[in-house]
């Protein structure tokens, strides 16, 4: 057997489902991913919920700030989307990490701007508390969130999550940080740097058949897809 790359739901299965949804997360299980990213936001009265945007709009057409807005207040109403018929609210991290647990998912845990060292703590704490710090893996554009997290749980692997204009990658192989590169961005010498110092590769975000068989020939450990699911062998 070859090297293995083990596929990824970005946002859940999200080119079927609502994104950061309980069914999009459910339905990347049932596509046969290795895993599924999250983005994690924090609501005023400090739960942690799945969201990509500041924003949640809803069915109605209003939207609400996540951190300016209780849990009650952001689930009150549907959330705005077309992919289902069902009616689809605002879903919690703690539920994400039960449908990874039960399904044995691989988590990527995407920290959506600057967090408190106590915020990292709690995001942390809760993902060990239901599932196991072994399967998850944080990821941030913030290289602040991730030396929090080193300090905080050594054992928990990090990503720095680099696109075009970001700092330095060079930079993670001081502290023992992987890295979650965008697909243009992405060379075979650094997927070769990366596993030269014993870190892991991921790639996003891979929805084209030929852009897939491209990464895929990098070598990369994950690849996020919106599309693609279960693990390639190599």
Known sequence: MGHKICMIAHRGYSSAYPENTETAFIK???????????????TSDGVYVTSHNAEVVF?????????????????????RQSKIPE???????????EIMRDAGMVCFIELKGQYTKEQVKGVFDLAAEVY????????????ENLLFARELFPELDLMFTYGTGQDR???????????????????ERMVKEFHDNGLAVAVWTVNDR?????????????????????????
Do not use: M, N, W
């Open 59 to 79: 069915e109605d057409g209003t939207e609400l700030k996540v951190a300016e807005h209780t849990y009650a207040e952001l689930t009150a109403k549907p959330i």
């Open 87 to 97: 009616k689809v609210y605002l879903c919690t991290f703690r539920r994400y990490l």
């Open 210 to 234: 030929e852009r897939l068989e491209i990464i895929k020939a990098l070598e990369p450990d994950y690849i996020e897809s919106d599309v693609f699911g279960g693990e390639i062998d190599e």
């Open 28 to 42: 990347a299980a049932e596509h046969g991913s290795g895993g599924a990213e999250t983005d994690v936001r924090i």
């Open 169 to 187: 990658y060079e930079r993670c192989f001081e502290h023992g940080i992987s890295i979650d590169c965008d697909q243009y961005v992405l060379t």
């Open 132 to 143: 196991d710090l072994k399967k998850c893996i944080l990821q941030s554009f913030e290289f």
